[in-house]
């Protein structure tokens, strides 16, 4: 039978001091809702329920999982009896967790399963952590091996307050117990609140069993309450990112000034220099040597490229292909193999063939350009008329000269050239040379014609 869970999503918050619901604030690249989504995933567990709020309920539909509403926060024992009751009942176990906790991965969630045995008594295992104190964590109480209570740092004793095992905010129960009990949590608190952690003292009072499995580093188990938190969670991430690369092959120079997103494939022997952002589905092959100082989102790159302190967006590079500085890809451009793309030019929405070279200084929109073809500093397509962009071809070995204007929709046929300063608003037959504004020919015609 697969696993289910509960994730806790309706916290309002507050602290993060942000429009935006907490759980889809972003670190390297992803909500943090997404996240504790996907380790449960990979943890197995493919039916989930969410519980949210009426401000985040209509933003979680891309999220593909079935949500609740919790109208009025009164509290995580609330929270679970609304999601426990859109959820038919079945035996097995129901995993509970926060939807602020970017940092957990799939090892916990199977542990904390794996901890529940019914049969042995043990009606539920939550998760806990060894943390630096002083701290705010509720403290695990034991009796011998088991869970006696969890008291909130407020309520501590002394001695109780020098406890460095705290509650992690993840919990595993047998579902037929969980369901049993709480429905007998009761909100005789200050705070008139529902508190799941009260089903404890439940299951104990009951004759079950209530165990903790340890977290092996209490990183992974930190919520994110503000943006201090947030920064704290995003560079443990990307670290963790970062070293899977590296033990794949990948030499990343200085992680910390390295920003990868999950999506991100990298082949072996490529170097990544520093302060270089790569993200969403980006492809790079091997060999590579890519930054210092890039953004790179959504683009494939072959093997063998070179790419130094430039933007790369929703493009593709081909073999052997050398970009940059301060060169800017993007909108759906096509590089060929050996293509040159070098200072301050910008390619957009083009095609540009093998052995492509524009070095310096230009524009190339809305175009296709020929193999072999040399576009000289200050070159642009004028590929916007005012209402349509329009497209301009340039065949192959064509020479554009300096500080060339292409006024598309224009044609430039295979081996032309056309002058410094030209503006190009006719074709150019194959062979032809132009200069001038406008440019026209200036090739003598054979006698008699």
Not at 254 to 280: E, F, K, Q, R
Not at 332 to 350: C, P, Q, R, S
């Amino acid at each position: 039978m697969s696993a289910r869970a509960i994730v806790l999503a309706a916290g309002k918050g507050t602290r993060m001091k942000s429009a935006r619901p907490k759980v889809l604030h972003e670190l390297c690249g992803r909500p943090m809702l997404w996240w504790v989504l996907d380790a449960l995933r990979a943890a197995g567990v493919d039916d989930v329920v969410v519980v949210s709020n009426p401000e985040l309920d209509p933003k979680l539909a891309a999220f593909g999982v079935r949500t609740v509403v919790q109208e009025e926060q009164l509290g995580t024992g609330h929270a679970v009896r609304i999601a426990l009751d859109a959820l038919p009942p079945r035996s097995g176990t129901v995993l509970v967790a926060y939807g602020d906790m970017p940092l957990v991965d799939a090892a916990i969630f199977e542990d904390v399963q794996a901890a529940v045995d019914p049969d042995a008594g043990t009606a539920l295992a939550l998760v806990t952590a060894r943390m630096p104190l002083p701290s705010s964590f509720g403290r695990i109480v034991r009796d011998a091996s088991a869970v006696a209570e969890i008291v909130e740092a407020k309520d501590c004793t002394p001695a109780q307050l020098a406890i460095d095992e705290m509650n992690a905010g993840i919990y595993a129960f047998d579902e037929s117990a969980l369901r049993e009990s709480i429905v007998r949590v009761g909100n005789d608190n200050a705070q008139r609140e529902f508190y799941l952690t009260d089903t404890i003292a439940l299951l104990n009072a009951s004759g079950r069993r209530v165990v903790a499995v340890t977290a092996p580093d209490y990183r992974s188990v930190l919520g994110v309450n503000d943006r201090v938190e947030l920064a704290d969670a995003r560079a443990i991430r990307n670290r963790r990112l970062c070293e899977e690369h590296l033990r794949a092959g990948v030499t990343i120079v200085d992680p910390a000034t390295t920003y990868l997103d999950p999506g991100v494939a990298i082949a072996a022997d490529t170097v990544i220099y520093p302060n270089t952002s790569i993200a969403g589905a980006t492809r790079i092959g091997a060999r590579c040597a890519i930054g210092p100082n890039c953004r790179i989102g959504n683009a494939v790159i072959a093997d063998d490229v070179q790419i130094t302190e430039s933007v790369i967006l929703d493009s593709s590079i081909g073999r052997h292909a050398k970009i940059g500085p301060y060169a800017h890809i993007r909108g759906g451009a096509t590089l060929g193999e050996g293509v040159k793309i070098g200072d301050f030019v910008e390619v957009k929405n083009a095609e540009l063939g093998d052995d492509v070279k524009a070095n310096h200084l230009a524009y190339i929109g809305d175009a296709r350009v020929g193999p072999r073809t040399n576009y000289a500093a200050g070159a642009i397509t004028c590929n916007y008329d005012g209402v349509r962009k329009n497209r301009t071809e340039i065949g192959a070995d064509v020479f554009i000269g300096t500080n060339n204007s292409l006024v598309a929709p224009v044609t430039i046929g295979d081996g032309a050239i056309t002058g410094a300063g030209a503006v190009v608003i006719r074709d150019v037959p194959p062979g032809d040379k132009q200069v001038g504004n406008p440019a026209r020919s200036i090739l003598k015609k054979p006698a008699g014609t």
